[in-house]
């Protein structure tokens, strides 16, 4: 492991004992902080009856409340390179071995650490940073069970049982109660993994609130904006009318949670509509839009940061398409450079706006691309050995964690599972990773396997 | 001198060794080749031994050997490591050493007069040099620096010198051609290549294909390019493209497209114009292919046995060399 700077404590936890029966409890809806709760009102403008007018980057503008909003919740931003990106183009360079590819390697801001010489930018910010180079997970597909398995921890403690993702335990876990905004929003450069329904994060029995908004190729939702045939004071009529008749429906069945779920959605769609401007760069300056570059990943990320701003808890932005299984070398050419500029654009924004001790950036995908060149100049699938990211909240910067073998074949040390990545997240962010919830046929399960590390390393 | 017989052409001789022969360059009325590696040494073969091999004669690059002349006396080698190298062939030493663009170096061309060479890097120019000297001459631009869209850096992959040597030819990622002449610097022509390339990537995000290989026809009023139609698929499987275009017009007079899942990499035209033989590497380990040179048609398809990174063909062109993947091939066309 490499280390820099003057070191902080291990993250701190509640002891458990080593069943972890002390530490384990039924999973709240939020974290339980009043004052998170208090938090979550002031950002609706008093929500319990106007839905959200006044919700967004308005409330945001002021400094009082965005500081409020910016202490307490905590959110992730994960940035996933969809179709696999190459670890050796990246964060894992083997320059002068036999698969370590023609390009050369710039030293960071770690000492002794090096990266790929198409990531200047990251490289000169890695002291803020952590690296795992050695996870490791059996997935070498883009698709199918591997896929569902990797998403959602690769856990070996449920049978059959379809566990949530990530992305909609997370949403769970940092959203609030009556939130307008979404929890989960997933955003899609390019269109390869959604259509075969890959890589696409599943509530599963956590319920259609945490599944995600998906915005695919676009930087907004369909139909966030009334037709042109519908003013906004006729739709307002009718949500009211809607209203009155759901509230009649309802009163004999406040404990029927598919009505409450139903009357729900409709204020969100109301909510998701009032917040279209979240969704709308334009109202960046020009700066700023410049920084984070004029692809479609930019801009989405730009979008991200808004949302997290505005009280998403989890977007995930899907960048792709990463399979280079031909002429790797020029994919990476092009698509590094691109995830270089707007990672860094990113984390600075961020960091400027007071947003990152709150916001966790994890750098994930479904996996990374083989040691071996192949005929074709490219890199195939590869589960044993590559390398993640995490960056701002919760995390101690400028650890490097693990390492590969001299061809990058194998780990060397330290090798990390998804399980543990999965509780690492979730520790950074404030969430005990075992945690129970309770699954449809009544058992409790961890968020993540019993008895998995997270990686204290690299924590705060 | 009977003509030589394409239904005869074979494999004479191989070499095997591990991994990717990317460049070639050969010794002037002679079997010896020069060989660019991935593992960043030059080796040679001289093809003339009765049980030929490659030995590891050259290193001082830092990256892939991309790409080879000889001048003279001289090698001179270009690398994804940036830098030219010029190197004394007879006493085995380097000779020089160019810091000669930003970015990675693709292609090498020399004119025939073997007075200029020609580079092209990522950098996005081409630049001249003084072939026996290594000054920098020129400076050649004009080319995008982004690609339309979706913004990523542009990539200049080849170049060629007309026969005459009075202009230098290069081409983009975006499958823009541009030609100087050699003398002024002055653009004298540029064009798009239409089929080699579309900005809209929607699947993947990025393309596969393009111009891989270029070369001026005998009488140099032509450019033909190869390599694979524009795709948005996961991994290549194009179609095989190659266009001839009347440079100066930016007028196409011919196209073939061949198979699936096969990019073009090298192309060399016959000395009299007979054939043109273009060979695919990333994508296909399938077939050479001899096409007429005047009608889009294939005249002979030969098993290759491997991808194939680069090829050179002799002064007679009754045999030629092709590296690739593992391995370097002598092949004969008898008569």
Same mark, same amino acid.
């Given at each position: ?96 071995? @036999? ?21 200047? &930018? ?68 390019? /269109? ?10 599943? @509530? ?72 279209? &401007? ?140 998804? @399980? ?16 129970? /919830?309770? @699954? ?9 396997? /019993? ?10 | ?335």
């Amino acid at each position: 492991m490499i280390r820099i700077g003057p070191g902080k404590p291990a993250h701190k936890m509640p002891k458990k004992d080593w069943k972890g029966n002390s530490m384990t409890k039924r999973i709240p809806v939020n974290c339980g902080s009043p004052e998170h709760a208090f938090n979550r009102r002031a950002f609706l403008g008093g929500v319990g009856g106007a839905l959200a007018a006044t919700v967004g980057l308005d409330v945001l503008g002021e400094p009082l409340l965005a500081n409020q909003l910016q202490r307490q919740q905590k959110r992730v931003i994960m940035l996933f390179l969809s179709g696999g990106a190459s670890q050796f183009e990246t964060w894992d360079p083997k320059p002068g071995r @036999a698969t370590g590819g023609p390009f050369q390697t710039i030293q960071t801001s770690i000492p002794g650490y090096r990266i790929c010489e198409l990531m200047p &930018r990251m490289a000169t910010r890695m002291h803020k940073t952590a690296v795992i180079r050695s996870f490791s997970s059996p997935n070498n597909e883009h698709a199918g069970r591997g896929v569902t398995a990797i998403l959602s921890g690769e856990r070996n403690d449920v049978g059959t049982l379809r566990t949530p993702s990530i992305g909609c335990l997370l949403a769970r876990e940092l959203s609030q109660p009556g939130s307008l905004v979404p929890d989960h929003v997933g955003l899609y450069t390019t /269109y390869v993994g959604f259509n075969n329904n890959v890589q696409v994060d599943f @509530a599963s029995f956590l319920g259609a609130r945490h599944e995600p908004i998906h915005i695919l190729n676009g930087l907004a939702p369909d139909g966030n904006q009334l037709p042109a045939f519908l003013t906004d004071r006729d739709h307002r009529d009718r949500e009211t009318l809607r209203d009155q008749l759901a509230q009649g429906f309802q009163a004999n069945r406040e404990r029927d949670a598919t009505v409450a779920s139903h009357r729900m959605a409709y204020q969100r769609v109301r909510g998701l509509m009032d917040n279209h &401007r979240l969704f709308d760069i334009s109202q960046e300056p020009r700066t700023i839009r410049d920084r984070y570059g004029h692809s479609l990943f930019g801009q989405q990320a730009l979008v991200a940061r808004r949302l997290v701003e505005a009280g998403v808890p989890f977007v995930r932005l899907n960048r792709g398409w990463w399979d280079s299984h031909g002429e790797n070398f020029e994919i990476h050419a092009s698509l590094v450079p691109d995830l270089d500029k707007v990672m860094s654009a990113l984390l600075e924004d961020l960091e400027q706006r007071g947003l990152i001790e709150n916001t966790l950036v994890v750098t994930f995908a479904e996996m990374g691309r083989t040691p071996q060149i192949n005929a074709m100049r490219g890199r195939d699938h590869w589960g044993r050995c590559w390398s993640v990211t995490l960056s701002g909240c919760g995390i101690r910067g400028g650890v490097v964690h693990g390492s590969t073998n001299a061809d990058g074949t194998d780990v060397a040390q330290d090798r990390v599972s998804t @399980a543990q990545f999965f509780a690492t997240i979730f520790r950074a962010v404030g969430i005990d990773h075992q945690k129970e /919830y309770t @699954a449809p046929d009544g058992r409790p399960i961890m968020l993540t396997p /019993y008895h998995t590390q997270p990686v204290s390393a690299v924590l705060a | 001198m009977l003509a030589p017989n394409l239904d005869r052409v074979r494999i004479s001789k191989t070499v095997t060794h591990p991994g990717d022969f990317l460049s070639v360059a050969r010794e002037p009325n002679s079997e010896r080749l020069w060989i660019g590696h991935t593992d960043f040494k030059i080796y040679t073969i001289d093809f003339a031994a009765a049980s030929p091999t490659a030995t590891a004669i050259f290193e001082g690059h830092n990256s892939y050997v991309s790409a080879l002349r000889v001048i003279g006396a001289s090698l001179v080698s270009a690398s994804w490591d940036r830098k030219l190298m010029w190197w004394d062939i007879q006493n085995r030493r380097l000779v020089r050493t160019v810091a000669a663009h930003e970015l990675w170096i693709r292609q090498l061309a020399v004119n025939t007069a073997q007075s200029l060479l020609a580079t092209v890097s990522d950098d996005m120019t081409c630049k001249l040099w003084d072939a026996q000297s290594g000054r920098l001459v020129r400076q050649l631009g004009g080319f995008e620096e982004r690609l339309p869209r979706y913004d990523y850096p542009n990539k200049l992959f080849v170049c060629a010198f007309s026969p005459d040597g009075r202009h230098v030819a290069a081409a983009d990622e975006a499958c823009r051609v541009i030609v100087w002449e050699t003398e002024s610097g002055r653009e004298a022509a540029r064009f798009d290549a239409s089929g080699f390339f579309k900005a809209d990537w929607d699947r993947n995000n990025h393309p596969y294909g393009g111009i891989r290989c270029m070369a001026f026809t005998l009488d140099g009023r032509s450019l033909a390019l190869a390599g694979m139609e524009n795709t948005d698929v996961a991994i290549i499987n194009g179609k095989a493209l190659v266009q001839i275009f009347d440079w100066q017009t930016g007028r196409k007079n011919y196209e073939l497209k061949l198979g699936g899942n096969i990019q073009f990499e090298c192309l060399s035209f016959h000395p009299q114009s007979e054939w043109l033989l273009a060979a695919p590497g990333a994508g296909g380990a399938g077939a050479l292919y001899f096409l007429n040179s005047a009608q889009p048609r294939v005249l002979k398809e030969t098993p290759a046995t491997m991808q194939t990174f680069a090829m050179t063909v002799n002064e007679a062109a009754d045999a030629f060399y092709t590296v690739g993947r593992g391995k370097a091939l002598k092949w004969e066309i008898p008569a």
